[in-house]
Every structure is written in structure tokens, then in C-alpha cells.
């Protein structure tokens, strides 16, 4: 596969930033090669700098649920640009986009709009702690939360690709507060409330973590979580920034039943664009300035661009609630492949990670057995066969609308291919 263009763009770019890249899983360092630039996108299909096409299972890590430049999407940017790009100011979108998300989660009785999933991480727990007066904060072991300092404690997705239990640059100080507990592990969530109970402002999980791979939360763990967190007076925040809109229209706390005091969402919320909510109960929000003393403010925040972008997404999926059936079938296909290759697939809904362990992978420890370096293998066949799929073996294969039953089936010829390699 011809890479020359892509190659004279990084040792470009390799001088101007960290590992010539905005941000380090797209460095591809974890699939031992250097990364390809695209130049363009359309449906379920990118195309490299070189004129390499491949089938898309990245989808920008998520947003892309419709498939690339979706024209009412890109339309309705188009024409929110032509009335200028961010004010600044209130605007009739803002109200808008918040009733539509709203609509479908209705838990999220008062809501703001952000920037990035770390934005809005980064403001729920600091609402949790203004509403609460607690400091302390549970995660999980495996699960990225976004780059804020006090939750770079053994992340997943970046921080585990590229090995690094707890990131530097960080103060011991910044972390004293975050407890860390075992994803599907109830006993070690339990001694942590018995240890600091009254201190724990609020526990923060990916109801379905997808960024150590892909780990389903197993059954009656989010129930359980429900059901300390109430006990104990403190914050359940389930972040959806990967699930919302994904596993349903509702996302992961229809999808499995469960309700949190607050949510966070990004990536499908924003279209494409940078834009990112966090919201919940009422009482605990309207601690948020400019009502309450917890501040929390963006200069682009719910910017008029990407707000169109983002309501031109729910739009279309909640026009078309057939979208979460399709996207089941395609997932499901793929899943047979994977299995019929050999391969150790996790599954939620259109979300799929082949971890290359023997080992069920139900937590962190088990994504940890994995061999990475047969992961990059297979990332490698892949792409040297026209699919791109996740450059590391702790990221999420993502399924989209327009993956055409054509594309499916020669992704799962290409993966059952792999078995047999010589
Ligand atoms: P952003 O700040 O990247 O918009 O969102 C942070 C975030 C928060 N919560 C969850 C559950 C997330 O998965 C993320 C970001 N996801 C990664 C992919 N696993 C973004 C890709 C990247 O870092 O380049």
C-alpha cells in the first residue's frame, strides 16, 4: 500500500507536534507503524492522502453514526455558517438542541452545552462535589473519562495504549480525591463506601466501557451502582459520551434501564462538531453558574455551528428509529466473522472490540492480558485489505448507518481471511 504522501506529511508534522499528532492514539504507536492522513471522507468510506480507500470502523471515534458527511448534516452547518459561525451569545438553537436531548433523556432535567467529552466530565463532578460539599470521587479501572487531571488514574483508551498507568504532569495532590474500583467488581465499589461513604460526591462510570475495548457491564452491576450511590447520597454519573445515541435514542441508561442523577454526552450529540453536554437533576444543576457558585463557562460553548450539526443528527435519528435495528444486524454480522475467525469479540449494540486474549475480557485486568502486539496484526491485515478499524487493541470498533450490506460482508470475507494467513 502506497503511503509516500501520508509519510511526507508526518515527518512534517512529527516536528511541529507531540508525536505529529492532535491527539496520541491517532500516533497509531500502538500498531507499530506511522499513522495515514486523511484527506477525505463520505458515507462509510475515508480515503487517504495517497488515494487509499478503506472502509471506515472508526468513524472519528464515534460521532459519525450517520456515516461521513451526511448532506442534512452538512447542509444544515452550511447554513448556520452563512448567519455567522459563534456569537458569543444566546442564540434559538441553544433551547432547541437542549429540548431535543431532553426529549430522549428525560434524567437530564437542566443541561449545558461544552466543548469536548472532558468538558463536560470535568463539570459534572465538579457540580457533583458543589452539591454535595464532598470531594472524594470513584472510577473505574479501565475507563477514560477525558483528560482532566484529578481522573488520570490508570485511564483507559490513550493513557492504557500507550502504557501509562497514571499520566505525568500530574500532581499526587490533583488525585488524592479519586478512588479507583474494579469495572463489574461490586466488592471493591462496597469497601470503598464503607471506608469513605459520607466523602464520596459521586461515582462515574461508562455504563458500557468501550475505552479498555469493549467490556459490558455484567448483570445488575449499574443496578448495584444505582443502588449505593442513593444510598449513600452520592452523584451516579454515567458517562455517555461513547454510548449516547448509540446503544438507543436514549442511550445506555434506556438501553439497560437504569437511571443516573447525571449524564454526560459528546461525540453523536455534536454531529461531527465539537460539542459536548453535561446535565441531570435539577436541584444538583442549578448549583451551576450563573444560579450557583460551582463555575463552569466556554467562549464556543453551544456555538451556533455546532449546535446545527448536532440537532441535524437527532433529527434524523429519532425520524428514524429503524436506524438502531440496522445497526444491529450490521454489528451482529460482524460479530459472527470475528467469531468465525477465531476471535474473542465483545459486543454492545454497534460497538465491537476482537481482544487478543484467551481470557474473558469483563474488566481491566482481563483487557490487560492482552497480546497488543497481535492486535496490531490484525489491525495491519486489515488495513493492507481496505479496513480501518481501531489502531489499538483498548479502542472500540465503530458501527455506522451507512456501512452497506456490501461493505459488511466484504469486512467480514476480510476479517474470516485473517485465520487463514499465511
Ligand atoms: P473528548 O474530550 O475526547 O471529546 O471526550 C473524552 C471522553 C469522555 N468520555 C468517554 C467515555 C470517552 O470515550 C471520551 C473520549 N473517547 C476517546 C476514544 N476512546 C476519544 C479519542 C481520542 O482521545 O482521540
Not at 450557583?292 to 428509529?321: F, R
Not at 467469531?339 to 474473558?360: E, H, I, M, Q, W
Request: glycine share 10%; with cysteine.
Amino acid at each position: 500500500m502506497n503511503t509516500e504522501r501520508s509519510q511526507v506529511l508526518y515527518n512534517e508534522a512529527v516536528k511541529l507536534m507531540p508525536g505529529g499528532v492532535n491527539s496520541p492514539v491517532r500516533a497509531f504507536k500502538a500498531v507499530g507503524r506511522t499513522p495515514i492522513f486523511i484527506e477525505s471522507a463520505k458515507g462509510d468510506r475515508i480515503t487517504d492522502a495517497d488515494g487509499n480507500e478503506f472502509i471506515d470502523y472508526v468513524c472519528s471515534w464515534g460521532p459519525n453514526i450517520l456515516g461521513h458527511g451526511r448532506p442534512e448534516v452538512v447542509e444544515a452547518v452550511k447554513k448556520a455558517c452563512e448567519k455567522g459561525l459563534t456569537f458569543g451569545a444566546c442564540h434559538e438553537g441553544e433551547p432547541a438542541l437542549a429540548k431535543l436531548i431532553q426529549k430522549h433523556f428525560p434524567s437530564m432535567e437542566m443541561l449545558r452545552l461544552v466543548n469536548s467529552g472532558t468538558e463536560a466530565v470535568m463539570s459534572a463532578i465538579r457540580a457533583s462535589r458543589g452539591f454535595t460539599g464532598r470531594d472524594k470521587i470513584i472510577k473505574f479501572e479501565g475507563c477514560y473519562h477525558g483528560h482532566s487531571d484529578g481522573l488520570l488514574v490508570k485511564a483507559g483508551s490513550g493513557l492504557m495504549t500507550n502504557s501509562i498507568p497514571s499520566g505525568a504532569g500530574v500532581p499526587q495532590s490533583f488525585t488524592d480525591c479519586t478512588l479507583l474500583a474494579g469495572y463489574n467488581d461490586p466488592s471493591s465499589v462496597e469497601s470503598l463506601f464503607e471506608k469513605y461513604g459520607g466523602e464520596i460526591a459521586c461515582v462515574i462510570v461508562e455504563p458500557c466501557a468501550a475505552n479498555m475495548g469493549v467490556v459490558l457491564p455484567k448483570k445488575g452491576f449499574l443496578e448495584f451502582l444505582r443502588e449505593i450511590t442513593s444510598k449513600y447520597n452520592s452523584v451516579l454519573i454515567f458517562d455517555e459520551v461513547i454510548t449516547g445515541f448509540r446503544l438507543s435514542l436514549g442511550g445506555a441508561q434506556k438501553y439497560y434501564g437504569v437511571i443516573p442523577d447525571m449524564t454526560t454526552l459528546g461525540k453523536i450529540v455534536g454531529g461531527g462538531m465539537p460539542l459536548a453536554a453535561y446535565g441531570g437533576k435539577r436541584e444538583i444543576m442549578e448549583c451551576v453558574a450563573p444560579l450557583g457558585s460551582v463555575y463552569q463557562a466556554g467562549t464556543l460553548s453551544g456555538n451556533p455551528t455546532a449546535v446545527a450539526a448536532g440537532k441535524a443528527t437527532l433529527e434524523i435519528l429519532e425520524q428514524n428509529p429503524g436506524i438502531y435495528l440496522a445497526l444491529e444486524e450490521k454489528s451482529a454480522r460482524l460479530e459472527a466473522s470475528m467469531k468465525k475467525a477465531g476471535l474473542n469479540v465483545n459486543r454492545c449494540g454497534s460497538l465491537l472490540t476482537a481482544f487478543f486474549t484467551d481470557k474473558p475480557v469483563e474488566n481491566y485486568d482481563g483487557a490487560v492480558s492482552c497480546n497488543v502486539k497481535k492486535y496490531g496484526e490484525y489491525f495491519n491485515y486489515l488495513l493492507e485489505n481496505g479496513i480501518y478499524t481501531a489502531p489499538s487493541q483498548f479502542e472500540a470498533m465503530f458501527v455506522s448507518f451507512a456501512h452497506s450490506d456490501e461493505d459488511i460482508s466484504k469486512t467480514c470475507q476480510i476479517i474470516e481471511s485473517f485465520a487463514d494467513r499465511k
